[in-house]
């Protein structure tokens, strides 16, 4: 069956690091016309963070422009996102999505999600 699992988050000071993986399985990742990352912080609704279509075309949530990086290995079933300069407002549980369509920023376009990982970033 398809399934999608996040790993990666954790406790990490403002200014730090962290890349999230994203494994796919069930179908090939190429598969996917579109890959997603979102995060929900505690109290807050879903928002879009991040977007890498199959052929490689980008787009992020204007906070996170320039700070995160989101690719895709289709040899290896893997999405990541590279978590830069970290801010106490990126704190938030992160979440893997898949697509079959070109449409980024809208969630109810994503068929498939993951369980999500939590990401808190301590000033």
């Known amino acids: 069956q398809v399934q999608l699992v996040e790993s990666g988050g954790g406790l990490v000071q403002a200014g730090g690091s962290l890349r999230l993986s994203c494994a796919a399985s069930?179908?090939?990742?190429?598969?996917?016309?579109?890959m997603g990352w979102f995060r929900q912080a505690p109290g807050l609704e879903r928002e879009f963070v991040a977007a890498i279509t199959r052929s490689g075309y980008t787009e992020y949530l204007d906070s996170v422009q320039g700070r995160f990086t989101v690719s895709r290995d289709n040899a290896k079933n893997m999405v990541y996102l590279q978590m830069n300069s970290l801010k106490p407002e990126d704190t938030a549980d992160y979440y893997c999505?898949?697509?079959?369509?070109?449409?980024?920023?809208?969630?109810?376009?994503?068929?498939?999600w993951g369980q999500g990982t939590q990401v808190t970033v301590s000033s």
């Open positions: 999505a898949a697509s079959y369509v070109s449409s980024y920023r809208n969630g109810a376009s994503y068929v498939y």
């Open positions: 069930g179908r090939p990742l190429s598969s996917y016309v579109t």
